[in-house]
Nanobody
Framework: QVQLVESGGGLVQAGGSLRLSCVAS????????MAWYCQAPGKERELVAV???????NYADSVKGRFTISGDSVKRTAYLQMNRLQAEDTGVYYC?????????WGQGTQVTVSS
């Protein structure tokens, strides 16, 4: 079974930057999109950004202009560049690969932004 492994999380001061990475352990046929979600403390998991196989991106309003998602389906890798981080960005970030038949989730990586 394919697994997603995220990395790049950590503790950063407000205004700083982090780059998250997500790598799949095996091939994922018919992948349609790659996405990042965030689950803040006490809240539900929410979509942060998504990139389709055609390169179309979509962002949550709260991160527009600050975060950039990119993906490489050949390398089975997704990235989330996070700039001008705010305390409100704190949470566990999950990678999600979507195929025609199923979704695959990573285990999550903690991002903590200190104000």
């Amino acid at each position: 079974q394919v697994q997603l492994v995220e990395s790049g999380g950590g503790l950063v001061q407000a205004g700083g930057s982090l780059r998250l990475s997500c790598v799949a352990s095996g091939s994922i046929p018919s992948m349609n999109a790659m996405a990042w979600y965030c689950q803040a403390p006490g809240k539900e998991r929410e979509l942060v950004a998504v990139v389709t196989r055609d390169g179309i991106t979509n962002y949550a309003d709260s991160v527009k202009g600050r975060f950039t998602i990119s993906g490489d389906s050949v390398k089975r890798t997704a990235y989330l560049q996070m700039n001008r981080l705010q305390a409100e960005d704190t949470g566990v970030y999950y990678c999600n690969f979507r195929t025609t038949w199923y979704n695959v989730w990573g285990q999550g990586t903690q991002v903590t932004v200190s104000s």
